[in-house]
């Protein structure tokens, strides 16, 4: 049946660490929950996109998640039990953290659409409209996965995936895996499947490790490079892009197993596996896609946000706000597209985008 429009004054798209940082510093200063904002998520239950991530993603092997604000991880999960699933541990904490600030989280909410409509937005969703004078979207990547085009793709008999869809290793079980891709889940994912059966490894550049630690001058520079990016109106990189790996004990183990012999891209598919550009050939059952994510951000098209270079001119104190339009929050995009950025990056969209709502 037709629903009446929802008046808010801030919405808040996506309930991961970025949406829920926002929300929490929104009330913190002062907002009503419902009539001053919601928090609108399309995912069945809290835990952002940590509850679709795979079984083996332990609190162990991810590289680390910070507490939100305001209320400890370990309230919540013991943190000495290091082998918990990432996507077990990390929804508790979430559902406890919206019960705790009595957040607004409505769900399952999908954003079909936003559009301006004179002084507010109208928030298109399977649950009705929504109407906000100011938006702030933190809809994190797992939604939009990358897949780069090869010709040939459509021919392959074997199966291809994305990392979105890894389950468990043992389910190639004596297939052959060409793994795709330089980056960490790449990396980690080649690990377990190279332990259960055989694989190749594509990389577009030879990764570049570092040893010692990750240092918080190493990610602070990775930081300011991608926010650099974002302020002139280019398209984010990912922060392993500029860092390089770290050589853990687990990588140093791989490259003992022989496992970590990177070959560079193929040039085409073929039905039965890839062929590279001096004619070589490699048979293999499964292409795995490690091949990363781009900012789910698809609703907000009728906003008109992006420069012809794909791009999306960000300013403010921490890049989060769009340039062009500045009751228009972007948190974990870019520079914030981490646990810890996620966090500061919903402060700074809180208090700026109240601050020139003139709220409350
Ligand atoms: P998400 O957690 O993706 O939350 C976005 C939410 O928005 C989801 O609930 C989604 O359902 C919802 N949503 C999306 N589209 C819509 C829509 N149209 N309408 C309504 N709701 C919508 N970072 C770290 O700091 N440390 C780590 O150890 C780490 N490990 C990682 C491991 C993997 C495998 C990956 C892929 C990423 C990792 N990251 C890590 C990066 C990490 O994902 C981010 O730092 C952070 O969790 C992202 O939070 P987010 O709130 O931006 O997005």
Redo the contacts with the bound molecule.
Sequence with gaps: EPSATIKTEIVV???????LSAAYQLKRRGLAPHRGFVV????PAPG???QD?WES?TLSS?????DLPGMRFSEVVDPNIAEVAARVAVPQYFAAYEQRFQLPVYRP???AMVCARGERFRIETDRGIWSARGLIN??????HPFIPEYPGAERFQGRQLHTRDYQTAEEFIGQHVLVVGGGI?AIQLLDEISQVTTTTWVTRRPPEFFTGPFTEERGRAAVAMVEDRVRRGLPPTSVVSVTGLALTPAIEAMQARGVLKRQPMFAEIEADGVRWADGSHQRADVILWCTG?RN?LD?LAPLMLREPSGGITMTGRLATQVASNPHVHLV?YGPS????G?NRAGAAAASELMAALGLP
């Design positions: 798209i996506g309930a991961g660490q970025a949406g609108l998520d399309q995912a952002g996109a940590w991530r993603l991810v590289n680390r998640i910070h909410v999908h954003v933190a809809t994190g990547t797992w939604e889940s994510f789910a609703h974990g597209a981490s646990t810890i996620a």
